[in-house]
Every structure is written in C-alpha cells, then in structure tokens.
C-alpha cells in the first residue's frame, strides 16, 4: 500500500524588514560621512632639508615655537621676531592674533607656517594656537562701529595662515 505524505509548503525568505532597515541607514550614513569631511584639518609635517635653504630677502619660513611660559614668534632664516609671554590667564593669544595679522600685513602671499609644540604640551593649546595662527579676527574699526551701533554682527575672520605643519619644538637652553 502507498503511503501518502502531505505536501510541505515552500518557505518564502522575508526580507520586507532587513530592505526598511537599509532604507534608513544608508540615507544616514551618507549624510554624516559628507559633514565629518568638513571638521577635519588637513595638516602636513614638515620636510626634512638635506641641504642648506636658498635665502630669499622676502621669503617667509613662520613658525610658532610653545614653550610652557611664552610663545616665541619667528621667521626659521631670519630668526626671533617676537616673545610672547604668558599672561594671567596663559597663553596671550590675542597678542598672538595681533602679531599674526601684523606678519600677514607685510607677507600678504605667505601661507605657510609652522607650529613647533614640546612634548608635553596640552592638545588644548595646541589647537588654539594653531586656529590663531590659521585665521584672525580683524580689529573693529572706531568710525565703523560709532556709525551703525544698532547693527550688531559677528566680526568676520580673516585668513592669515592655512598651510599649517606641526612638529616638535627645539629643546630650549635653560638661562643660567
């Protein structure tokens, strides 16, 4: 006698659920991966000379050395332009804003600069420093403000020096 066994019915795949998931992340991910683009700064360590520089009269090598009491400003062929000591509160940047735009007024084609940091120079400060020097606030003009005092606006930065390479300080003779 045959045996008669029921027939089973095929198992379909439900993919309805894995398609709405896809359907939300990829939209997301490709929304943030346009905006993470945006907050990273592009840094460039400088190149090792294996011979000795050209001068130029009007070429400027800018760097910014962080010592843990000052900052010293100055030019790698010319040498020292400024210290800048440390105030009550730490590092003076805004002197540091200052002397920046100073600089940029007499080199308006440099853009290269160099931020030289000790190695136990707080991550902190060495991003100030380096977004001091990348881009300035302009003094406010006395006849502009005294004539709209209504109209009160964020000043507008100013581009000093956006090629900015970091590296590591030159180690400091103490004075005796």
Partial sequence: MRVRRPRKPVAHL???AFINVIVVLV???LSTA???RLSVLELSLPAQ???VEQLKV???KLEVVIRPDALDVGDRIGGLIQHIPNNAQGYDLASLSTLMQQ???KFPEAK???VLAQPNTSYEVLV???DTVREGTPAPDVALAASAPAQVAAPARVELFPDISIGDAPISVAKK
């Fill in 27 to 29: 939209p997301f991910l």
């Fill in 128 to 130: 100030q420093v380096m």
């Fill in 14 to 16: 439900e993919v309805t």
């Fill in 103 to 105: 600089v940029k007024a």
């Fill in 58 to 60: 009007n070429d400027l």
């Fill in 34 to 36: 346009v905006f993470s």
């Fill in 112 to 114: 290269a600069a160099t």
């Fill in 49 to 51: 000379n294996s011979g």
